[in-house]
Each structure stands twice: as structure tokens, then as C-alpha cells.
């Protein structure tokens, strides 16, 4: 069994040892309609979860070909999500950043076993804050760490205090910028969106897109934004890998094959 402690959570989702499962939220806006394919929960090590900084999760974003979400991603998989419960935030009377990485897993386990247990392909939430993608991270001077900055947000529930992006949602932790890419504690575990999404255009055929292009878009970003198209794609702390551009013009992100992919035809444009 692994050791939390000692653990080198890159390498071991390079060896294979990672678990995570696929599902797609659904966005709707102005006629456009964008699936987006997700961790059905958070990564998992040994059956547990593990927590992780913002650097470690952009690079294991780009060894699933993955992205790290935007705030409007983590609210679409709450209101979406098949299994509900409000978060662990504290346990006896502690903090979860005070906790051990197994307690906060066991209160999440037990939250999952009170809404009824997993049935295997419902998206199960929430079971932490994540690392995101904002347009403050591209404004380095305005921020404590600068460049290391990052952005955690998350905990949606029934009962936040605060308002999340997205209208009716409430989250534990709106977007904080109170951490470097070094920061970490249990509650921050490991969710990521696939690069690639499906998009239909106001009743046209089914696309393969890349979120990158999407948020970009004045037109489609809304979609997966709630600022609108969005500057900053990835912790800028992490090199970003170099793509394989064909001679076709068509574009091959490097993707491990360790891993399942989600079930539809994508990763390639």
C-alpha cells in the first residue's frame, strides 16, 4: 500500500497507480451545448483520496491530456452531480487542513454512504476544493505570490456562506488567492477536466473541440466561464508540453495510454 506521506503523487499516476472515472457535465448557453467530460470523482490513490498543489495538478493535467477546471465547471458538476452531500470542512472540531489525509477520506465515505452509496457512474460531489483557472492568475503584479500564484475554489453546499459563480449555487471557499503553487492540505483533491469536449452549435451535427479554442471564444466561453473567454489556460509555474503538430495540420497533445480516456472519439483535433 502506498504512503501517503512518502508519496510522489506525479510518479505514481505516471507508474498507473492512479484511479479516476469519467462522467460529462452539460452547459447550455444561447443555443450552444457543450459536454464536458470530468473526473466522476476525485483521483484516488490505493482507494484514497489524495490531496495535491497546484503545480503536481497541472502536471498530472498534462499527463491525462486534461486541464485543470474553471470555477463554472466545479459549480456544473455540483448542481449535476447524481450523489450530493455538503462538504467535510471540519472533523471533531478541526479543520480539515489540521486533519490527516485518511480522516477526511473516511467523513467523505461516510457522507457517500448516508446519500445512498456509489452506484458506479453518478457524479459524486463534493469532495473538495480544487485548483482553477482564473483570469486574476494572469495579472501577476496584483497578487501575493505572483507568477506562483494560485487559485483554490469549491465546497459547494447546500449551506455555504458564500455565493458560488454560478447563480443558486453556495460554496465553502469562493475564488481564493491566498496560496502559492506549493500550497496543500486534504482538502484539495485532485479533479480534472478533459481537454477535449463535444460541442453542438444550435442544432448542428456533434463537434470534437478543444476547450482551449472554447475559452477563447467571446461566442462558446460562457459556456465553461463564468468571466467570460479566459487568458489563463494553465498554472504558468508547470511547462507546457509541446505538442505534435501533422503534416495534415492536425494537432496530437502527447496522452498516456496508461489510462482510459473518455469513450467518445476525442483527443486529437
Given at each position: 500500500m502506498v504512503q501517503i506521506g512518502d508519496m510522489d503523487i506525479v510518479e505514481e499516476v505516471r507508474a498507473g497507480r492512479a484511479r479516476f472515472e469519467w462522467a460529462e457535465v452539460k452547459s447550455e448557453h444561447q443555443g450552444n451545448t457543450l459536454y464536458v467530460s470530468v473526473f466522476r470523482d476525485a483521483m484516488k490513490f490505493d482507494g484514497i483520496r489524495v490531496p495535491a498543489n497546484a503545480m503536481q495538478m497541472q502536471t498530472i493535467a498534462d499527463e491525462l491530456t486534461c486541464m485543470l477546471m474553471t470555477p463554472k465547471v466545479v459549480d456544473l458538476i455540483w448542481l449535476q452531480a447524481g450523489i450530493r452531500f455538503d462538504p467535510v470542512y471540519r472533523i471533531g472540531g478541526k479543520i480539515v487542513a489540521n486533519c490527516s489525509v485518511g480522516d477526511v477520506h473516511r467523513e467523505i465515505e461516510s457522507k457517500i454512504a448516508s446519500a445512498g452509496g456509489d452506484d458506479g457512474k453518478s457524479l459524486i460531489d463534493s469532495v473538495g476544493k480544487y485548483w482553477v483557472l482564473t483570469n486574476k492568475l494572469d495579472n501577476p503584479s496584483i497578487l501575493m505570490y505572483k507568477s506562483r500564484n494560485a487559485c483554490n475554489y469549491g465546497w459547494c453546499s447546500s449551506d455555504g456562506i458564500y455565493q458560488g459563480v454560478t447563480k443558486g449555487v453556495k460554496v465553502w471557499q469562493s475564488p481564493g488567492y491566498?496560496?502559492?503553487?506549493?500550497?496543500?492540505?486534504?482538502?484539495?483533491?485532485?479533479?480534472?477536466?478533459?481537454?477535449?469536449?463535444?460541442?453542438?452549435?444550435?442544432?448542428?451535427?456533434?463537434?470534437?473541440?478543444?476547450?482551449?479554442?472554447?475559452?477563447?471564444?467571446?461566442?462558446?466561453?460562457?459556456?465553461?466561464?463564468?468571466?467570460?473567454?479566459?487568458?489563463?489556460?494553465?498554472?504558468?509555474?508547470?511547462?507546457?508540453?509541446?505538442?505534435?503538430?501533422?503534416?495534415?495540420?492536425?494537432?496530437?497533445?502527447?496522452?498516456?495510454?496508461?489510462?482510459?480516456?473518455?469513450?467518445?472519439?476525442?483527443?486529437?483535433?
Open positions: 491566498r496560496h502559492n503553487d506549493l500550497h496543500a492540505d486534504p482538502s484539495q483533491t485532485i479533479r480534472l477536466m478533459y481537454r477535449f469536449a463535444r460541442l453542438f452549435r444550435k442544432g448542428g451535427p456533434e463537434e470534437h473541440v478543444d476547450l482551449h479554442d472554447v475559452l477563447r471564444s467571446k461566442e462558446l466561453a460562457p459556456l465553461v466561464s463564468h468571466e467570460g473567454t479566459i487568458t489563463y489556460l494553465r498554472q504558468k509555474s508547470v511547462p507546457e508540453p509541446i505538442p505534435l503538430r501533422m503534416d495534415d495540420g492536425t494537432i496530437v497533445l502527447p496522452e498516456t495510454d496508461i489510462y482510459a480516456m473518455p469513450d467518445w472519439n476525442g483527443g486529437k483535433l
